[in-house]
């Protein structure tokens, strides 16, 4: 696996991001645990999470996953080989989003002292808040930067006109910009990043780590029919991806895995890792034996052909 470069930081990246928001939900600490030492003895770098995750799961109130990843780093002792990205600005028990400084100032706060760190790799804005100015925001996030607390910043769930608004607002007034873009992008979801948001991560060259690489796992191949729902907690998720385009997408994946032989999901990412906007999709596990699939993906090379056959069953226009 050859790194990759995060936008114009010097964050170094391997081509697949581990999704933090199992952690604490789908899975207790000590399988957390176990998977996060796959992954890295896999030889990959990059875990993903949210100062939110995973407050949807019964009892939780937000923070269970940055809590799993802090004590894992502090027993392995390997925080200096990682790379964090967490984000801020979701407020669990309410829909109402936050980019406010005091929000900002007090939430990197709670995550540094649950990741049991002193400074974030990178931190992203979990949705846009039309409420604060794009300065006010920015300008905190320069003073986490001088304070060593922040390393890098990112934006996640935002339109292409309010990227371009704060790239070009932080360039304006010398501030730090947003150096990666994390949107729901997969083979069955191509339209709304494709449409506008790609041009603006290939003008402005930001890495792109995108969420739902798998359409919550429908991209496994292992939903075929309603029936196939309650094989997983998130199952409930997928019924939305039942219907002809998500089996013409299916039909295309079962056809390129035996070329490679690899499975439906390996071939998934590779698809997006063969993006050349993508920089490192963000993918979940829930047990040991599914972390070969991105092990798979990270060494697979489709040929054009193959690419070609999955852009034209998972073409919107």
Do not use: C
Not at 14 to 26: Q, S
Not at 229 to 245: H, P
Not at 267 to 293: G, N, R, Y
């Amino acid at each position: 696996m050859n790194k990759r470069q995060l936008g114009q930081s010097d964050l170094e990246v391997y081509p697949i991001t581990f999704g933090g928001n199992v952690f604490g939900w789908t899975i207790d600490e000590q399988t957390s645990f176990g998977i996060l030492d796959g992954f890295t003895d896999a030889g990959f770098n990059f875990i993903d999470t949210a100062d939110s995750y995973s407050h949807w799961a019964p009892g939780n109130k937000g923070g269970e996953s940055e809590t799993i990843i802090g004590n894992w780093m502090e027993q392995r002792k390997n925080r200096q080989q990682m790379i964090i990205a967490t984000k801020v600005g979701s407020i669990p028990g309410s829909t109402k989003k936050s980019l406010a400084k005091d929000h900002l100032i007090k939430s990197v706060e709670g995550s540094l002292k649950r990741l049991k760190t002193d400074y974030i790799d990178l931190y992203q804005s979990h949705y846009d808040d039309p409420e604060t100015p794009i300065e006010d925001t920015l300008e905190v996030y320069d003073q986490l930067i001088r304070a060593g607390k922040v390393r890098w910043i990112g934006a996640s769930n935002f339109s292409a006109a309010r990227l371009t608004a704060a790239l070009e607002t932080a360039e304006k007034l010398k501030l730090p910009r947003y150096q990666t873009l994390q949107p729901e992008y997969n083979l069955y979801q191509r339209e709304a990043y494709e449409k506008e948001l790609e041009q603006v991560v290939i003008d402005h060259q930001l890495g792109m780590m995108n969420y739902y690489a798998l359409a919550s796992g429908f991209l496994t191949g292992k939903y075929r029919s309603e029936a196939d729902l309650n094989k997983s907690q998130r199952g409930g998720g997928i019924k939305k991806y039942l219907n002809e385009r998500g089996f013409k997408i299916l039909k295309a994946l079962d056809q390129v895995s035996e070329q490679y032989n690899a499975n439906q999901a390996s071939i998934a990412l590779a698809w997006l890792i063969a993006k050349p906007s993508v920089t490192a999709p963000i993918a979940s596990v829930t047990d040991l034996t599914q972390l070969d699939e991105l092990v798979k993906a990270a060494s697979l090379k489709l040929n054009t052909e193959d690419i070609a056959i999955l852009d034209e069953a998972s073409d919107w226009q």
